[in-house]
């Protein structure tokens, strides 16, 4: 599995959203996007299930294993 940020910033371009687009629908900073994207800060669970929902991305936890859906 990749990164979360990693995976946020595909999915995000691959949506045509701008980080400040992105920001606006999930109710935080442009700014905690890029650094959640670029790493430098860590993702709580309830911001990143915000962001994950705006992308239309379902994870799946289980077995040892972590799947990414849309």
Sequence with gaps: ME??????AK??????????????KVGCSARSIEYWESGKRKISLENAEK??????????IGEGNIIYEQ
């Design 11 to 24: 999915e995000r371009v691959k949506n045509n959203l701008s980080r400040v687009k992105l920001a606006e």
């Design 3 to 8: 990164d979360v940020g990693l995976l946020i």
């Design 51 to 60: 962001i994950l929902k705006v992308l239309n991305i379902k994870i799946i």
